[in-house]
């Protein structure tokens, strides 16, 4: 990248140095761009890596929520079968429940009719 340089001194050789200068900065031009170009590339990865902090934190959150919400059905489900359950109970109980009042007028009705009508026959 150093073409165009003036040969190192040797004696007996006149030097131009404004020449020099200028190409040696000439020469530094494309240096300092690509070095202004690294230190931009630098700054915009630190940036992306920092939003990818972030999303990886947000996304962690959403796992545990996530999880949370799992283990809130598998409670809701474990509730709703202890429900069903329970009302299977009430239903079998409201069932003989409801054979036993049956059965007692049936049986209050009977006593009656024979109370007070003894010739009837049964």
Known sequence: MLTGIAP?????????????????????????DSLTALHFAR?????????????ESQRDG?????????????NIQIELFNTKEQLGRYRRKYRASQFQLWALRL????????????????
């Open 62 to 74: 959403l796992a545990t929520t996530y999880i949370q919400a799992q283990q809130q059905i598998g």
């Open 43 to 55: 700054l915009k990865i630190g940036k992306l890596q920092t939003q990818l902090t972030e999303r």
């Open 8 to 32: 190192a001194n040797k004696p007996g050789l006149p030097t131009d140095s404004a020449a020099v200068v200028q190409q040696f900065v000439r020469n530094a031009k494309p240096l300092l």
């Open 107 to 122: 049986g209050a009705g009977y006593l009656l009719y024979k109370k007070f009508c003894p010739s009837c026959r049964p």
